[in-house]
């Protein structure tokens, strides 16, 4: 068969032009989108500058579950590959300093249980497992000269045996489990989600690793929790925190200290308990005289907490003292780290929806934003011409850039395939005045396919904390409601961060009021932007966001639809019952005192006022919280269902304050989705057909 010869290019011009139109077509984003998405973190420059070892961490569906790699790529952008595979997660990444090892963290089967060191030879070869711990390792780090490494471990668990099965007990089909050990407390504290009750006598400690010898050794003698080890320059010292208090659980501040790295050798305080350093690593200043840290407010004021930018002198000429010029600037700051000259400190800020990096010049306190917002950053790491960092956007997922020359470069990318498939929302500032004159900031993402000027449902979505922000970063939970037709707005209520000391610490003992105000002002301007249509308004968010949902619905009964996870009901109920406690005795204080009783009914007013609410709620939570335990959104369930408004409760089996098993995940998106149209768009849906709305 022949082909005329003009009809051939046409045909040819026909297919290039389908081919292009549907790589260019573009659709919303879906759930089945989720487990495509790699979530890319820890990156480290190798010390050549050449190289940059990161984590990749994916989602398998079929198995329902999440795994983690080690990935490598040039810091010229080529030769991506993954270089560690296994049915087991591996994490922390780190490099020899001769850059011929990569290290890495992980639990898979080897000469012993539990998360090890394993190391893996550049040249060539299967990584190899390098540690035989017992305890639980928690993070680690090499010497200047690549002989040792510091870890940081905790006690094994000494009932983990008396608790696992019975040898030589049950039958053929296996050994009946002795009844575990009842479990004994006596702390102050004494819950923390994700760790379960806190119980005495374990503790963590730095010890010293010797790679030759294979020999492992405490660093110090001491009694009390050890974290975050930091080798001096020339490898002889060794500063690490550990709270010394007469009783750390009510003093939760940390000191610096200062050891020989030598085993037994006796520590030295930095700083006093005064200065309330936190748990970051202590940092170096290339000559070995100075060390920079973070310290955070006093006690009372733990929940809305702006860490400060310190200095010390490593001999103790010069007390500790904050770095002026930056607290200065009446924002949080994080990750600070000497510039290779030991001029300049160079750190992140949080700042008004934005974290971008910033250095001051010692000699005359000079400050320099180095991007300007919006913009964020995270993860700033160095080594020789290698400067990189962690970036990402309201439509972009974070991916490694080479941050050089005041500008970012991108250098992995993992997630480009997916996004060039997909159309998303945008999104915008929005400012506006709250009811007293306070201007309040926050973040509106239009729906997929927006025509200027129509008006459409809103979705009033609240972040938790509630000292954190909305920013720009990527949420797939905004996109996924922007992706099903809804405007979404985020708005940073007074006791976010980002804003300054003052506007987070307004709501201090005083929970559910200027939040409130501030959120409902956030309606209102989307209202008169003509974009929110007022007769289909929904709220919901998570732990601190759920809590104000509550408070929400019981101060205003123009929300259709509410979906409030994770939230308190009956606050003094959870005095003793949840990780809290520090919070409750200097915040509020103990129910017992009067005045402190008082406090406690009138932040209680969601629940102790439910006949108020007449807005459909969708409660969801996870069993197994100790971070906001179960019990609020029960009681909250459980009394607009005794007064006859629409509400379901949902709880995940297993599961903490925050929820992973990625089957869960998808099941609270489709619940939020199913839960919001029923009511604001008046699909008569369930969960189930709710999960084809997201498709």
């Excluded at 990584?127 to 510091?150: H, I, M, N």
Aim: hydrophobic residues 35%; glycine residues 10%; aromatic residues 10%.
């Amino acid at each position: 068969m022949t082909t005329n010869k003009f009809f051939r290019p046409v045909v040819l011009l026909l297919a290039l032009t389908t081919m292009l139109s549907a790589q260019t077509a573009k659709r919303p984003l879906k759930l089945d989108d989720l487990p495509r998405l790699r979530e890319v973190r820890d990156a480290q420059c190798s010390p050549d500058g050449q190289w940059v070892a990161y984590v990749v961490s994916t989602t398998d569906a079929k198995e329902d579950k999440s795994n983690s790699h080690i990935w490598m790529i040039g810091f010229d952008g080529k030769n991506e590959r993954q270089i560690t595979s296994s049915q087991d997660s591996e994490s922390s990444p780190r490099w020899s300093p001769d850059g011929k090892y990569l290290s890495f963290m992980s639990a898979r089967p080897g000469k012993a249980k539990g998360n090890q060191i394993w190391l893996l030879d550049r040249s060539g070869g299967e990584a190899f497992q390098l540690t035989e711990l017992k305890g639980r390792l928690q993070s680690y780090e090499w010497s200047p000269d690549g002989k040792r490494l510091a870890l940081v471990i905790g006690d094994p668990d000494p009932d983990a045996e008396a608790n696992g099965p019975a040898a030589g007990t049950g039958d053929a089909a296996g050994a009946r489990p002795k009844a575990p050990k009842p479990i004994v407390i006596d702390r102050y504290k004494f819950k923390q989600d994700g760790q379960g009750y806190l119980l005495s006598g374990r503790h963590s400690y730095v010890y010293l690793f010797d790679l030759e010898t294979k020999k492992l050794d405490r660093l110090t003698s001491g009694k009390w929790d050890e974290a975050s080890p930091s080798w001096s320059p020339d490898g002889k010292y060794i500063a690490f925190v550990s709270n010394r208090a007469a009783d750390p659980d009510r003093e939760p501040a940390n000191q610096i200290f200062l050891a020989e790295a030598k085993p037994g050798a006796t520590e030295k305080a930095l700083t006093p308990t005064a200065n309330r350093a936190g748990r970051g690593r202590p940092e170096w200043s290339p000559d070995g005289k100075w060390i920079t840290f973070l310290e955070g407010d006093e006690r009372k004021y733990g929940a809305y907490n702006m860490d400060h930018l310190m200095l010390v002198a490593v001999d103790g000429s010069s007390a500790p003292a904050r770095v002026a010029a930056v607290d200065a600037l009446d924002r949080s700051v994080s990750s600070p780290q000497f510039t290779t000259d030991g001029k300049a400190i160079r750190f992140s800020v949080t700042d008004d929806r934005s974290v971008y990096p910033a250095q001051v010049t010692l000699a005359n306190g000079k400050v320099e934003r180095l991007l300007t917002p919006p913009v964020m950053v995270s993860n700033w790491e160095t080594a020789g011409k290698c400067s990189c960092v962690m970036a990402g956007g309201d439509t972009k997922y974070a991916e490694i850039y080479a941050f050089e020359n005041g500008a970012l470069r991108q250098l992995t990318r993992q997630n480009d395939a997916l996004f060039a498939e997909l159309d998303l929302g945008q999104t915008e500032d929005v400012a506006f005045k709250s009811k007293d004159g306070t201007e309040v900031h926050g973040l509106l993402t239009y729906p997929v396919g927006y025509v200027k000027g129509t008006k459409v449902p809103l979705l009033l979505r609240i972040h938790g904390g509630p000292n954190g922000q909305d920013q720009h970063s990527f949420s797939v939970e905004r996109q996924f409601f922007a992706a099903n037709g809804y405007a979404v707005l985020a708005v940073n209520y007074r006791g976010s961060a980002g804003r300054g000391q003052k506007f987070s610490r307004a709501i201090f003992a005083d929970w559910g009021h200027y939040e409130v105000e501030d959120l409902l002002a956030g309606v209102d301007h989307v209202i008169k932007l003509g974009v929110a249509d007022p007769e289909r308004l929904g709220v919901g968010g998570w732990s601190y966001g759920g809590i104000l949902t509550d408070y929400l619905i019981a101060s205003d009964t123009r929300f259709k639809a509410a979906t409030s996870g994770a939230g308190t009901a009956f606050t003094v109920s959870y005095y003793g019952a949840d990780q809290y406690i520090i919070q409750y005795d200097n915040e509020i204080g103990p129910p017992w005192n009067p005045k402190a009783w008082e406090t406690y009914q009138k932040l209680s007013y969601p629940f102790l006022h439910a006949d108020r609410i007449k807005t459909p709620t969708l409660f969801l939570c996870g069993e197994k919280d100790f971070n906001v335990p179960v019990a609020g959104s029960e009681q909250m369930y459980q009394a607009l269902r005794s007064l006859g408004v629409e509400t379901q409760l949902v709880i995940y089996p297993n599961e903490n304050h925050g929820i992973r098993r990625p089957s869960y995940v998808r099941d609270r998106y489709e619940r939020y989705l199913g839960w919001y149209d029923k009511y604001l768009k008046k699909v008569p849906t369930a969960a189930g057909s709710a999960a084809k709305a997201g498709q």
